[in-house]
């Protein structure tokens, strides 16, 4: 067991049964020229959680711990793209439209893949989900279950959307989350803010929230 330095209080990671969760680190998202910044956002607040996320993928890698990625998106015939997704926003150029990286969160588009940093491996399941939280319409329960996980190490974005839906549909399901605060990034400031005290408050009633770097120091990797 290892004991990592967070907030509420100490996480208690023991790897035989965490896995470390990287929540749609998306070219879309993430890149320059992708969906995210053609609405105007500033990708550099997601990148940033790009370099830590590394560290403790290959950290995790080392350990043997179960590493899942998750990237949302659709069928190319859109079919499990719910009318209301679609028409939110009132975009001009909005998901299943072809955007500067392909279809935007298209299954198969070059956009809608995992940034070249945390390319996943052999042996690491890719979990593809039509909503924000990585538990609708997936099977990452089953998969976390037959493995026998009951921890997951959350890295990835955005903090308040996709990484928050997901702590807390894991969290339901009895799932002790550790979300690591540079590992994970949004478009706003004080949402980032705002999201990781919302799951460490009244005593972690989502998760625990601490960083990158006393995660590795827990595991001897740091
Ligand atoms: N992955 C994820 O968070 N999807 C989003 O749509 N996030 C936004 O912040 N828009």
Known sequence: MAVV??????FG????????????MQRDFVDPGGFGEALGNDVA????AIAPTRRVLEAARDL??????TREGHRPDL??????KKLRGRLKTGIGDRGPMGRILVRGEYGHDIVDELKPVAGEPIVDKPGKGAFYATDLDAILHDRGIRQLVVCGVTTEVCVNTTVREANDRGYDCL???????SYFPEFQKAALAMIKAQGGIFGWVGNSQRLLEALNKG
């Open 64 to 69: 043997g711990m179960l590493v899942i990625h």
């Open 13 to 24: 990671l023991d790897p035989a049964h965490c896995a470390l969760l990287i929540i749609d």
């Open 45 to 48: 607040l997601l990148r940033k």
């Open 179 to 185: 979300v690591l605060e540079d590992c994970v990034g």
């Open 5 to 10: 330095q967070a907030e509420p209080y100490e």
């Open 79 to 84: 079919t499990d793209l719910p009318p209301s």
